[in-house]
């Protein structure tokens, strides 16, 4: 006997979508010499189930490929990040400090150096080298580096301002002053180290590309004008005067506790080991508008000052020293909010070159003058 095959729900399922389909498909069909419309085209209901059956059909096909296009948006879109220049970043500017620390030291073993201890140059400059002055004719008493600029990578120009003092034949010393040796400097590292290697384990190295070449002093310059118009003398009659003689006493000598003469909060420590042994307020400077400031003003008001003291050290010399200070305002007296990095200048001043100072005629080159006969 044959067996007969059950059809499974899935089969029932699509039998009812194509009676379905075909129920919507199958319309009764109009004869072909239909009347033409307003517009000329004839229209039947064969037609229109055509153009139901193409739309419906577009619109399937739309949502089935809906995930796909998706997908390929998607990696256009990845694409078009990916393909966007990415920024490069700017190289850091490498640190002066070695070639700097080299130019110095080479500078003052070239001013020590002369005939014959040429080779005391070689560690700097590798080229030859021949000196005529005698050795330790001149000498640096002290050196510092002025200026700084780097030419290229790992190349610098450095100059260097050394105090020198010259022996005569006889063998006393004379200091000539300050003088000003500009020097190149190539330097092989990391940018940390002057050069303009990128890798960490890069070796570090100078070297001078010839000898110093003395230049002229920077331009001397007339500062501006300061921002303490108002002259306090050193009377302890003004509250803001006194105040300031106990904080620098304090600070300087470590006689007393400085948050006595301090606002609250301010992290600031007295000067240890003590370097003097008493301090003498000379002069005050400040920013008041009064000609006498006797009384102090309501709370938060701001005074800036200008100090000038008189400091004995421990072997009874006395030093000069200025102090620019900020002091506010709080409870009916005047506290120090801070001790100012450098004294306030006018908004309204700047600085100024300095006139040279006119030579004076060498006594030598002088004409004599004509003898009485």
């Not at 003395?214 to 302890?236: C, D, F, M, W």
């Amino acid at each position: 006997m044959k067996r007969v095959r059950r059809p499974r729900k899935a089969d029932k399922k699509r039998v009812a979508e194509a009676e379905v389909w075909d129920d919507e498909v199958e319309e009764p069909q109009e004869e072909a010499d239909a009347e033409p419309d307003e517009t000329g085209w004839k229209t039947s209901t064969a037609h229109l189930a055509g153009i139901a059956r193409l739309v419906r059909v577009g619109v399937w096909a739309l949502i089935a490929s809906g995930p796909a296009l998706g997908v390929m948006a998607l990696l256009g879109s990845s694409g078009a990040v990916h393909a966007a220049p990415k920024p490069i970043a700017a190289p850091s500017p490498g640190s002066q400090v070695g070639p700097a620390g080299f130019a110095q030291l080479f500078v003052t073993a070239f001013l020590e150096a002369g005939q014959g201890t040429e080779r005391d140059l070689a560690p700097y400059y590798p080229g030859p080298v021949a000196l005529a002055a005698k050795p330790g004719t001149r000498t640096a008493t002290r050196s510092t580096v002025i200026a700084s600029r780097e030419v290229q990578a790992g190349y610098w120009s450095i100059t260097v301002a050394s105090d020198v003092t010259v022996q005569d034949d006889k063998g006393k010393p004379k200091r000539l002053g300050v003088q000003y040796f500009r020097v190149g400097i190539q330097a092989i590292g990391t940018t940390g180290a002057g050069g303009a290697a990128t890798s960490a384990k890069a070796v570090t190295g100078y070297s001078a590309t010839s000898l110093p070449a003395q230049v002229a002093a920077p331009a001397a310059i007339t500062p501006g004008a300061l921002a303490y118009q108002s002259e306090r003398g050193s009377s302890s009659a003004d509250p803001s005067v006194d105040t300031a003689r106990g904080f620098l006493s304090a600070y300087l000598t470590g006689a007393a506790a400085l948050d006595r003469y301090t606002s609250p909060g301010l992290n600031l420590q007295a000067i240890s080991p003590a370097p003097y042994s008493a301090v003498q307020v000379t002069g005050v400077r400040d920013d008041a508008a009064q000609s006498v400031q006797q009384k102090v003003p309501a709370d938060g008001a701001e005074l800036h000052q200008l100090v000038q003291v008189q400091a004995t050290d421990q072997a009874g010399s006395a030093v000069s020293l200025s102090y620019a200070l900020t002091l506010k305002s709080r409870a009916g007296r005047w506290e120090v909010a801070s001790v100012d990095d450098a004294p306030a200048i006018s908004p309204s001043s700047a600085p100024s070159v300095a006139p040279q100072p006119t030579p004076s005629p060498d006594a030598t080159t002088a004409k004599p003058s004509p003898s009485n006969s």
